[in-house]
């Protein structure tokens, strides 16, 4: 018998090395950033003894006879990977270790409490003598794991346990509801801090870049995806979900996400942490069909298998798949062979009338959104594959078809924004860094500044990919700090909280967030839910003062 890792991995890789056998693949350096969407253990080797799935943060690890109907797949999926992959040694590193330092001999500040953050904050603070300042804008840390996971994958968020002892650690400094960039500058953080990481993420969505795309109805999947997790800059958005069509623009897991959302039934969306208001109006929702475009085929579909795989088991809700090159061939890797075996089979299945649908539509190009005042519909072209595989988009001038719909969701990647009095580079939306060190327009190393997460590397990956990328970032920190490039004097905090206090910022400290998170969990404890979330930040703030 066997552990198995399933659908929730969020390739932390946390798991790899508590395994006394070596057994989970596979495994990567820091700053590596593996291929596969997740990691496997090796049925062969695996002792069944447990170790991973006590570490695992997010519940993904069953032992193999007490998995769950639908996850049994995995039995299957984890042993294929080592069919393909026989065991090897493992060929990463330990993360960098270093020894302590004096206490106040090393600040650093990290702007942006999402996951890049946070395992940036705890690798620093397994030096003892580090004191590290978390800054972030919102009055909740965490993120897109609060605001971008969906509302349903109640075991991805619990990720976030993995950071309480970092966010609650003496030496640590928890500033939210503060915003660097208009209360504090890039100037006032070095003039307090050794050095800054921005972990800031990439929140702006690409744009179709078409004829009509600035009319009402189109609208980024992550403006959808803020509204119904309760994010604040997106609780007052209106989506149009009176007709019985959406369609998607993209097809990777976000575009998977907001699809299950809009079809699932209200009273199992009840049972999850999705914003009331979203959870009133999705109810009264007319949609019945989400059509998913994707610009290439099936083999390069930006889904993963397990989010793809998930679909089958929504109840009343047919998966339909517009392609008929389904057959893998001996090229393509684990993955992408699973996709499309499941692909095969949904298409095989009989659909049912009186079942919503889910309809992914390949090889299709946007060209237009059609509408008078609003959207209306989505002309598309369809596109082709020459005979090496790669892609020939379909002619704009051509006629192509209209899909119908008046809600358009582009989900086709996200950028990172300029930080003020950092470098950036618009054309691939992230601030220049050498391996975490921000860099100038010459390629020298600006002083004190470094990033991780989006912001670093680009929208990619998904929550634990930070860790190793996190790790990457604070050991060049580190090769500074002990080349003496981050020696020099700075305020002490008595300082900072000063000029907080003289500028009129009332943070929130961990204290406080504790408090708003005790009292969104007692509120969706009275409606049998994980939590009800306040969307209002006065009332954060509130609760944060009432409770702290």
């Not at 010459?442 to 990956?461: E, F, L, N, S």
Request: proline share 5%.
């Amino acid at each position: 018998m066997a552990y198995v890792i399933t659908q929730n991995c969020c390739k932390d890789a946390s798991c790899v090395p508590v395994c006394p056998v070596d057994c989970i693949r596979p495994a990567g350096e820091a700053g590596q950033f593996v291929g596969t969407e997740m990691l496997y253990i090796d049925p062969e080797t695996c002792i069944d003894c447990g170790a991973c799935l006590e570490e695992c943060p997010v519940d993904a690890i069953y032992y193999d006879e007490d998995l769950p109907a639908d996850q049994e797949r995995f039995r299957e999926i984890n042993a294929s990977y080592f069919q393909r992959h026989p065991l090897a040694p493992a060929v990463s590193s330990p993360a960098v270790q270093h020894g302590g330092v004096a206490a106040g001999s090393f600040r650093v500040a990290i702007v942006g409490a999402g996951p890049a953050a946070c395992y940036a904050a705890s690798e620093l603070l397994r030096v003892d003598g580090v004191e590290v300042d978390l800054f972030e804008r919102l009055p909740t840390p965490f993120g897109l794991i609060r605001a971008g996971v969906a509302p349903d994958h109640q075991r991805t968020k619990s990720v976030t346990r993995i950071f309480d002892a970092a966010l609650s650690n003496q030496r640590m400094g928890c500033y939210l509801n503060v915003e660097v960039g208009s209360q504090l500058s890039h100037d006032d953080l070095l003039a307090h801090h050794h050095a800054v990481i921005y972990a800031v993420g990439a929140s702006r969505s690409r744009d179709l870049g078409i004829p009509g795309d600035d009319l009402p109805g189109n609208d980024a999947a992550s403006d959808f995806v803020g509204w119904y997790n309760g994010h604040p800059d997106h609780v007052n958005r209106q989506f149009d979900l009176s007709a019985d069509r959406a369609v998607i623009v993209g097809n990777g897991n976000v575009a998977l996400d907001v699809a299950r959302i809009l079809l699932m039934a209200p009273e199992d969306l009840a049972q999850t942490d999705i914003a009331q208001h979203a959870l009133e109006a999705l109810s009264r929702s007319e949609i019945r069909e989400v059509v998913i475009l994707g610009r290439r085929g099936p083999r390069d579909s930006a889904f993963s298998a397990g989010e793809f795989l998930a679909l089958g088991h929504l109840p009343g809700i047919d998966i339909v798949i517009d392609s008929d090159e389904l057959e893998a061939n001996s090229e393509d890797d684990v993955e992408t062979t699973l996709k499309l075996d499941i692909a095969r089979e949904y298409a095989s299945r009989q659909p049912s009338p009186a079942n919503k649908r889910i309809v992914f539509r390949f090889l299709r190009s946007p060209v237009e959104v059609v509408g008078d005042g609003r959207a209306e519909g989505l002309r598309v072209v369809r596109n082709s594959l020459d005979e090496n595989g790669g892609l020939v988009t379909g002619s704009p001038d051509a006629e192509g078809e209209l899909i119908e719909t008046s809600l358009i969701l582009r989900s086709i990647g996200y950028q990172g924004s300029a930080v003020e009095g950092l470098p950036f580079d618009p054309v691939k939306g992230i601030v220049p860094n050498d391996r975490g060190r921000v860099i100038d327009d010459d390629g020298q190393p600006v002083a004190g500044a470094y990033v991780t997460g989006w912001i670093k590397r680009g929208a990619r990956g998904v929550i634990g990919t930070n860790r190793t990328c996190a790790q990457e970032t604070v050991a060049h920190l580190w090769t500074d700090y002990d080349d003496g490039k981050l020696s020099r004097e700075v305020k002490d905090r008595a300082a900072l909280r000063e000029l907080l206090k003289d500028r009129g910022v009332d943070p929130v400290d961990w204290r406080g967030w504790r408090a708003i998170d005790a009292a969104e969990r007692k509120r969706g404890a009275e409606g049998s839910r994980p939590r009800l979330k306040f969307v209002d930040i006065a009332e954060m703030i509130h609760a944060a003062k009432v409770g702290g």
